[in-house]
């Protein structure tokens, strides 16, 4: 079984899934801010949209510097609706044509485990207990 053939089914479900999350971000609230801590919401549905982009050059990319001008990510702001769904509904005929030509087999090996620190750097401090520093 290919790559492609093991991840479409789940993409093209969470594809659905987004693209009815984005058809509901209304219109005319693009300054809209859901928390105090939050981005705009104009920059928060762009966000979810260019994630689809990001998986793209995650397949076609071997590295991307996101700290360069070639960065070739596209950072996304909604200015509509209608706009915003162009624009996801392009990234995502790019992912599902780049995830459907990927002929690569997913590994059967185990993921090897993460390198593990001893029990004891893990144990908590002691620290003498005025019981047991008192002089009787």
């Not at 089914?9 to 999350?21: H, S, Y």
């Not at 105090?36 to 991307?64: C, D, N, Q, W």
């Not at 590994?107 to 029990?119: E, G, V």
């Amino acid at each position: 079984m290919t790559l492609a053939e093991r991840l479409l089914p789940e993409l093209e479900t969470q594809l659905d899934a987004t693209r009815r999350v984005l058809s509901a971000v209304p219109d005319g609230h693009n300054d809209f801010v859901p928390h105090e801590k939050s981005m705009l919401l104009s920059r928060l549905a762009g966000h979810t949209a260019e994630l689809v982009g990001f998986a793209y050059f995650h397949l076609t990319t071997p590295g991307i510097n996101m700290g360069t001008p070639e960065d070739p990510r596209k950072i996304l702001r909604m200015s509509t609706r209608a706009e915003l769904l162009v624009e996801f509904e392009s990234l995502a005929a790019r992912l599902l044509e780049a995830l459907k030509s990927t002929t690569t087999r997913p590994s059967t090996r185990p993921s090897p485990s993460p390198a593990r620190a001893p029990s004891s750097a893990l144990a908590p401090a002691t620290t003498p207990t005025a019981a047991s520093s008192s002089t009787t």
